[in-house]
């Protein structure tokens, strides 16, 4: 039997935290990640992991730094709060070429069903070049949450995570071709864009 092939990806994982940064807690933001990426995807991933403190340039610095490297995307998880260290939204739009709105929109959307203090999160997400980087919460477990959506009992989805968005976000902007699982994240894309499997 052929196996069927897909293509290689390169990811940035960015954990954004002053007391995991600085070892006052162990940080939960990078395996969360890396863990749900890796079940979410079919294709071979690369991860470029950074753990960095909440300060604007370094995050700007760290996120271009990535690009560069040639991450077709790029999630970042903390600093998204009112508080006065959180600076992850203003860092992303200061490197942005384009604002892409829908992703913060629906990520609080999703978050509003688990906790009221959704709206306090003012995550964005931007195209730079031609990677994707997405803010998500710090609560490790609102990774999950948001880049999965919420089902229920039956596993039948109730509000779609911000992941089924992003393989055809990436086609458009010329990456590669990202493959789901469908039981963890079923991806969206038109007919016309959906490729014929690949064996080797
Ligand atoms: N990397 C992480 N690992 C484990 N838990 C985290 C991490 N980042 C955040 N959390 C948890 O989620 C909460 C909210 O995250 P937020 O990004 O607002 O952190 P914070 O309160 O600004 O503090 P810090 O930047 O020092 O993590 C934190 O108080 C902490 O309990
Ligand atoms: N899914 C989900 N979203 C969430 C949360 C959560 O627990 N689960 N916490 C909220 C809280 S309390 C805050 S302050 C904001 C911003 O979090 P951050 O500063 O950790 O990024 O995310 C919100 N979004």
């Not at 979410?40 to 991860?47: E, K, M, R, S, W």
């Not at 948001?146 to 902007?173: M, N």
Request: contains cysteine; proline residues 8%; hydrophobic residues 40%.
């Amino acid at each position: 039997m052929s196996e069927p092939l897909h293509d290689p990806v390169k990811i940035g994982i960015v954990s954004i935290s002053d007391r995991a940064s600085t070892g006052v807690y162990e940080d939960k933001g990078l395996p969360a990640l890396q863990d749900w990426l890796t079940r979410a995807l079919h294709n071979p991933i690369t991860f470029e992991p950074r753990l960095i403190p909440d300060e604007q340039a370094g995050i700007s610095a760290t996120l271009i730094e990535l690009v560069d490297a040639g991450c077709a995307l790029v999630l970042t998880t903390g600093g998204t709060g009112p508080a006065l260290r959180d600076v992850t939204p203003e860092a992303t739009l200061a490197v942005a070429h384009k604002e892409m709105p829908g992703f913060g929109e629906q990520m609080r959307q999703i978050s509003l069903k688990f906790v009221p203090t959704a709206i306090l999160s003012r995550q964005v997400a931007v195209v730079r070049g031609q990677s994707l980087i997405i803010n998500l919460p710090g609560q490790p477990k609102a990774i999950a949450e948001t880049l999965e959506g919420l089902k229920d009992a039956d596993g039948q989805q109730i509000v779609p995570g911000i992941f089924a968005a992003v393989p055809y976000c990436i086609d458009l902007i010329g990456g590669p071709y990202l493959e789901t699982r469908d039981e963890v994240c079923k991806a969206f894309r038109p007919k016309t864009a959906i490729r014929a499997p690949r064996t080797a």
